[in-house]
Structures are given as structure tokens and as C-alpha cells.
């Protein structure tokens, strides 16, 4: 067999453990990660270090015959799983009353599986990332009345008001109930219906928390991740993707301190190599861990470079695999 040297590369999210981050060929954000992915021909092999989504859409835009694989096959994302298809057709289908393809546009948040992303590329949709969820917010509504946007409510919340929306025209649709708990009059009137899911990491972070770091230290930055309830976000200095957080610490002078609203692996890194600042998790009482995130050990990614010959690499149904694609390519494109 030949040696991997050259023929393959290893992506890292930023909530990786430090150690798997620092053996990679690159870091990144979702969005970061999937242009790589897209853009790599020259390599056979990729070895995704983050979850079952992100390596799913890796191999969904990378072309020709490149092998995608998930050192840890288990390392899944309990808000993508919010989204099961049997529920979101059993919603477009209520939805095709008021509409459907005519009026409503799907987006669907990353962070989700290929059959949802497909779903969105058969009718007329795109993935977002928290990176270009504004823009994919104004391609949605320069095109369609209305956008359907799944599985975080909380980014799609956050973006609607960033992006001008008025509360009033953003509703949520509960899956557990009949038509998403929503009257007509409330679906007619809504620009934007959110899909009721979360991160359950970004969620622990409260408007307490922010008030008691600014009570603690009155000259400290908050910056939180989008994903957070919009009581959080409304009291932070700023908020954005993963990446949007680490530009925004390096942009700051020496002496800063800074409260960061987002999974702890990235926060740890980000304190070492800024030394010169005072870095901290914004709750100081909670561990804000992405479990799945945290499967990946060193171990688990020897073993895959090792014995990559015998193990499953993640593919996609080709049927799925072209719509996804459709959705995925438009991504990055409005980006």
C-alpha cells in the first residue's frame, strides 16, 4: 500500500481537543472546513475530525473518487437529530397549503443530516452555515415570501433580527404538535418559521451570566456564538460563527478580558495562545462541552490513518448526494 503522505488530508473543527487540532492540515468553522473540502482535488483521503454531519457534507462536495472518514463513527449532533425527515415532510406537506415551493423557502442550518439537506436542494432551498446565515436569510427572501429554517431556532431567531426582521415576524414549529402548534393567521403572517431545535451546549448560556461578568469586570468584552438564546446575544458585544470568535480576539489589544459564550475546547485554545489577555468561559459555572465533538480522541484518529484501507468510509446515497449537493453548492456561493 502506499503511504498517505500527500494523498490525504486531516480537517479539524475548532471544537476539537488542542491535540487533535494541532496534528491537522487545517482548522475551521463548518463553513471553512466544507470550502476545503470542495476545493482539494489533488487529495484521495480525507479524514474529517469533527462530527457525522460535517464529514457527511465533506463527501458530498468533495468530487472524483475521494474517501471521506469520521474517526469516531459515533460522534454524532444531538441538534441535527432534532430534524427527522418523517417530521419536516409531514410539515411541508401542512405547509403546501399555505404555499409550499410557490411561497416558502427551505434553509437548513449545517447542522443537519444529508437527507435534510437534500430535501432543501429539491425545492428550491440552500445550507447555511453561522458564518453566512444573513446571506442566505437575503437570498431566501429576495426569491420566496417566506423561509422555513431548521434545526436551530436560536441562529435562525438571532439572524431574523439581525438581519431587520421584527419578532412578530418570526414563529416556531413544534414538531410534537399538530401543524407546529401555529394558527393560520400565525403562518400567513410569518416570514420566518423556525424549526423547534437547539444546541443544548450553546443553550446553557443565560443573561445572567453576562450581567454578572460585566458586574465583575466592567471592562470585559462578551462574545457569544449565535446559536445562543437572543436574551444572550442582545447583552453580548458581538456574536458569530466559531471562526467570527477567534478574529475576533486576535483583533483585540493586550490587556483584554473577554467572556466567550461557546464550546469550551475552543475557549481553552484560544487562552493559551493569547496569553497577553484574560480569556474565560462566559458562565464560569458550567463546562460547555459538545460530547461529540470531544469522542475524537488521538487514538481513535491513529487508528483510522492506520487501518483506513479496512474502514468504512461515510458516504451518501447518490439520489441524496445530488440534491444535498444542489443545496450545499449554493451555500457557498451567497456566502
Not at 2 to 23: D, F, M, N, W
Not at 104 to 123: D, E, Q, T, V, W
Not at 145 to 158: A, I, S, T, V, W
Not at 197 to 217: I, L, P, S, W
Request: hydrophobic share 40%; net charge negative; proline share 5%.
Amino acid at each position: 500500500m502506499k503511504p498517505l503522505c500527500g494523498r490525504a488530508i486531516i480537517l479539524t473543527h475548532h471544537y476539537q481537543r488542542s491535540e487533535i487540532v494541532e496534528l491537522g492540515d487545517a482548522v475551521g468553522d463548518s463553513y471553512g472546513l466544507s470550502k476545503i473540502a470542495a476545493s482539494r482535488d489533488d487529495v484521495e483521503y480525507i479524514f474529517f475530525c469533527g462530527v457525522h454531519f460535517m464529514a457527511e457534507a465533506a463527501y458530498i462536495l468533495s468530487k472524483g473518487n475521494r474517501k471521506v472518514y469520521l474517526p469516531n463513527p459515533l460522534a454524532g449532533c444531538p441538534m441535527a437529530d432534532m430534524a427527522e425527515m418523517t417530521d419536516v415532510l409531514e410539515a411541508w406537506e401542512i405547509l403546501a397549503n399555505f404555499g409550499g415551493d410557490k411561497r416558502i423557502m427551505p434553509i437548513s442550518y449545517m447542522n443537519s443530516a444529508a437527507g435534510l439537506k437534500a430535501f432543501c436542494g429539491r425545492h428550491d432551498g440552500l445550507i447555511c452555515t453561522s458564518s453566512n446565515a444573513d446571506a442566505a436569510y437575503k437570498y431566501g427572501l429576495k426569491r420566496k415570501e417566506k423561509l422555513f429554517f431548521f434545526p436551530d431556532q436560536h441562529l435562525g431567531y438571532n439572524t431574523g433580527i439581525k438581519f431587520g426582521l421584527k419578532p412578530e415576524d418570526m414563529v416556531i414549529w413544534d414538531f410534537s404538535l399538530p401543524s407546529g402548534g401555529l394558527t393560520e393567521e400565525q403562518i400567513n403572517r410569518a416570514k420566518v418559521i423556525l424549526w423547534k431545535g437547539h444546541c443544548h451546549v450553546h443553550t446553557n448560556f443565560k443573561a445572567e451570566h453576562v450581567r454578572e461578568v460585566r458586574e465583575k469586570y466592567p471592562q470585559a468584552r462578551v462574545v457569544v456564538h449565535p446559536e445562543c438564546s437572543h436574551d444572550v446575544v442582545a447583552l453580548a458585544d458581538a456574536a458569530g460563527s466559531t471562526s467570527f470568535i477567534v478574529k475576533y480576539v486576535e483583533s483585540q489589544p493586550p490587556g483584554s478580558v473577554i467572556a466567550i459564550g461557546t464550546e469550551i475546547n475552543l475557549i481553552h485554545r484560544l487562552a493559551h495562545f493569547h496569553p497577553e489577555m484574560k480569556i474565560f468561559e462566559l458562565s464560569g459555572q458550567i463546562c460547555p462541552i459538545c460530547v461529540n465533538m470531544y469522542r475524537t480522541t488521538v487514538n481513535d484518529l491513529a487508528y483510522c490513518l492506520e487501518n483506513f484501507a479496512d474502514t468504512h468510509p461515510i458516504t451518501v446515497p447518490d439520489d441524496i448526494k445530488m440534491y444535498a449537493l444542489i443545496a450545499l453548492e449554493r451555500m457557498l456561493e451567497v456566502h
